[in-house]
Nanobody, 123 residues
Framework: VQLQASGGGLVQAGGSLNISCTASGGTVGGNAMGWFRQAPGKERAFVAT????????RYADSVKGRFTISRDNAKNTVYLRMNSLKPEDTAVYYCARHRTRWGAGDSRQYDYWGQGTQVTVSS
């Protein structure tokens, strides 16, 4: 399975951005999916996860209420809608496939990773 993240870019603080992650070479409909991010000089951190059927979602406290994760299994795609962006949201955002149908915040439970897309929020 290959995961391709896209949609990153430069946005001003307070703005919004949608990023997406499309799978190829296999399906991800049977698995939970997650988004992680890595800022310069920091470790990769959990952002959000969504269950296989899209019913259950969990968020990091730092993005709760501002970010929304969703998925379209027919398109093999997962989305992250980011509102009220802050400079501290600047990072490379990675999508990943969880090993089971229920997601988690532990990156070790994800088996396939995308290449990342850069999100930069200017102040």
């Amino acid at each position: 399975v290959q995961l391709q993240a896209s949609g990153g870019g430069l946005v001003q603080a307070g703005g919004s951005l949608n990023i997406s992650c499309t799978a190829s070479g296999g399906t991800v409909g049977g698995n939970a999916m997650g988004w992680f991010r890595q800022a310069p000089g920091k470790e990769r951190a959990f952002v959000a996860t969504i269950s296989r059927n899209g019913v259950g979602a969990r968020y990091a406290d730092s993005v709760k209420g501002r970010f929304t994760i969703s998925r379209d299994n027919a398109k093999n795609t997962v989305y992250l809608r980011m509102n009220s962006l802050k400079p501290e949201d600047t990072a490379v955002y990675y999508c990943a496939r969880h090993r089971t149908r229920w997601g988690a915040g532990d990156s070790r439970q994800y088996d396939y990773w995308g290449q990342g897309t850069q999100v930069t929020v200017s102040s």
